[in-house]
C-alpha cells in the first residue's frame, strides 16, 4: 500500500452531469445545469465532508459532430465549465480537499500552464494537481488551426517536454527568496532565483517564472494515457495515475506494471500511485442495484450509442440489423480500452448493439452494482491485493450518486478501518502521503547557467 497509514485514497471524478451517459435523465432531483458554480459547489463540500481526498475536473476543447439529430442527447458536450477557472473559485469554498483539473499539452504553452497552476496552487494553500493530457481529437485540432491532430507519439515526445519545462518553471524560485525586508528594502533575494534558457525540440522558455514556487514544490502530477507512450510518460513523471481496468486481473497487471516502470525510471515505486475509475451503483439489495443498472441503459437510445463507437472507430459502421455479429472493427493502438472492449465482445459473441452499449457507457471505468457491503468488500479486496492504492468514483448521475456513496458507503469503509476519518495534513501531497520535490537549482547550483536544460 503507498498510503503511509495503510488506508485507501478516494478521489471523486466529477463527469458533467454524470458518469453514465443517461445519468442526467435518471436523477431524481432533476436535471442539473452544468453551468451552474453552486452545483459544483456543493459537491465539493459534500466531498470534502466525508474526507475524500480529491475532487477531479475532466476537460476536453472540442465539439464532436455526431451524426444524427438523438446523437445531442447527451450531456457529454453540452456545457462543461473550464477546469481551472471552476478550481479556481472551488478552492475560495473548500479548506481541505485536494483539486485537480485537466489541461492540454498540446494546446496549451509550458510558461502559461506552470503560472497558472502555480497561481492555482498559491490561491488554494498547497490543494492543486494537474491532470496532463496530450488531446487525441481531430475536433479539438480544428479549433486551434489544425487540419488534424498531431500524429500520437509526436504530442506524447511533446507532451515530456512540457512536463519537464513546467516542472523547471516551479523550481524558479528558491523556497525563501522572498524577503519582504522592509528595512534593507530588498523584497526578494536575486541570487535565488533561477533562469531556465530552455532550447528544445518544441520550445524554447527562457524563465524564470513571475509566480513564487508553488506551495507544494510542485503541483501533483496526475496521468491516463493507456497506450505504450502514455504509460512511460506516467512513470517518467505523474505521481499519481487514473486507469480504466476491466476487471481485478487487468487492475492487477497495470499495477504490478506501473510500480516496475517507475522503478525503472529510478523513482521510489510507492511515490507512484494507481487509482482505477470506478462507478459504483448503490443500493440496499442487488436485485435493486440491477433493476436501477438496466433502467439506466433503457435511457440512452441506440442511434447515440452507434454514433459515439463510429466517433471513436473513425469509421462509418456498415449498414445492418445491430442485433448481427461484429464486423471487422479497425481500432487504434491510442484506445486500449476500446482494444480490450472488442477483444471481449468477439470472444463472447457481441451484436453491434450489445458492443455499442457497452462501449458508449464504459466511459473507461470498472462498473460494479451493489450494496454498501458488497461495495466496500471489493474496494478491500484491490487493495489487498495489489490492484490498487484508491479509486476515482465517477457517479452515474449528480449530485445524487455522489451523495449516495459518500453517506452509505464511506461509514463502511470508515468502521473498517479502510478509510480515514480526518485529513492528515495540509497539502495535497501531505494527504497523498507523497513527498514534496525538491528543487533543482538547489541540487544542482549550475543548472541556472547551462544553456539548455534539455540535455
Known amino acids: ?37 453552486q452545483h459544483y459547489a456543493r459537491m465539493a463540500r459534500s466531498a470534502e465532508r466525508a474526507k475524500l481526498h480529491i475532487y477531479f475536473s475532466g476537460d476536453s476543447q472540442g465539439y464532436p459532430h455526431l451524426k444524427g439529430r438523438d446523437a445531442f442527447m447527451s450531456s457529454d458536450w453540452a456545457g462543461k465549465l473550464e477546469p481551472t ?36 496552487d498559491h490561491i488554494s494553500g498547497g490543494r492543486v494537481g494537474w491532470n496532463v493530457v496530450t488531446s487525441g481529437s481531430d475536433n479539438e485540432a480544428h479549433n486551434f488551426g489544425l487540419p488534424t491532430q498531431i500524429e500520437h507519439d509526436e504530442r506524447y515526445r511533446r507532451a515530456a517536454e512540457f512536463v519537464e519545462v513546467a516542472k523547471c518553471l516551479w523550481d524558479s524560485w528558491e523556497d525563501g527568496a522572498h524577503l519582504r525586508d522592509q528595512a534593507s528594502g530588498r523584497y526578494f533575494d536575486p541570487d535565488r532565483v533561477h533562469a531556465l534558457y530552455h532550447r528544445g525540440p518544441h520550445f524554447s522558455v527562457e524563465g524564470p517564472l513571475n509566480v513564487g514556487r508553488p506551495p507544494q514544490g510542485h503541483p501533483v502530477i496526475v496521468q491516463a494515457g493507456d497506450s505504450e507512450a502514455g504509460r512511460q510518460l506516467g512513470a517518467r513523471t505523474a505521481d499519481l495515475i487514473f486507469t480504466p481496468p476491466q476487471s481485478l486481473v487487468d487492475a492487477q497487471r497495470f499495477y504490478a506494471e506501473m510500480k516496475r516502470r517507475a522503478a ?6 510507492r511515490h507512484l500511485l494507481i487509482i482505477p ?7 440496499s439489495t442487488e436485485r435493486e442495484a440491477q433493476r436501477v443498472n438496466d433502467e439506466l441503459r433503457a435511457l440512452i437510445p441506440d442511434p447515440v450509442t452507434v454514433a459515439r463507437l463510429e466517433m471513436r472507430l473513425g469509421v462509418d459502421l456498415p449498414a445492418r440489423s445491430l442485433d448481427e455479429p461484429l464486423p471487422d472493427l479497425p481500432v487504434s493502438t491510442a484506445d486500449p480500452a476500446l482494444q480490450q472492449l472488442v477483444a471481449t465482445a468477439r ?52 449530485p445524487s450518486g455522489l451523495e449516495e456513496f459518500l453517506s452509505e458507503v464511506v461509514p463502511v469503509l470508515q468502521r473498517s478501518g479502510l478509510f480515514r476519518s480526518e485529513y492528515e495534513g495540509r497539502t495535497l501531497r ?21 544553456p539548455n536544460i534539455w540535455a
Open 1 to 37: 500500500m503507498s498510503h503511509p497509514d495503510g488506508r485507501m485514497i478516494l478521489a471523486t471524478f466529477i463527469h458533467n452531469a454524470g458518469g453514465h451517459p443517461a445519468g442526467w435523465r435518471y436523477e431524481p432531483t432533476g436535471a442539473i445545469d452544468q453551468h451552474d458554480f
Open 85 to 120: 477557472t471552476l478550481l479556481a473559485a472551488l478552492a475560495a469554498v473548500t479548506t481541505d480537499i485536494g483539486l485537480i483539473a485537466t489541461a492540454s499539452t498540446t494546446y496549451n504553452e509550458p510558461y502559461a500552464l506552470a503560472r497558472r497552476f502555480a497561481s492555482l
Open 264 to 269: 525503472d525510471c529510478g523513482r521510489d515505486p
Open 277 to 283: 475509475s470506478v462507478r459504483f451503483l448503490v443500493r
Open 347 to 398: 470472444a463472447e459473441g457481441w451484436t453491434v448493439r450489445q458492443l455499442a452499449r457497452r462501449a458508449f457507457v464504459s466511459r473507461g471505468a470498472f462498473q460494479f452494482a451493489g450494496t454498501p457491503e458488497a461495495i466496500a468488500e471489493l474496494c478491500a479486496t484491490w487493495l489487498r491485493e495489489s490492484a490498487a492504492d484508491g479509486f476515482s468514483l465517477s457517479p452515474d448521475y449528480h
Open 430 to 450: 501531505e494527504n497523498l502521503g507523497l513527498p514534496r520535490p525538491s528543487n533543482r537549482f538547489v541540487e544542482s547550483p549550475a543548472l541556472g547557467g547551462e
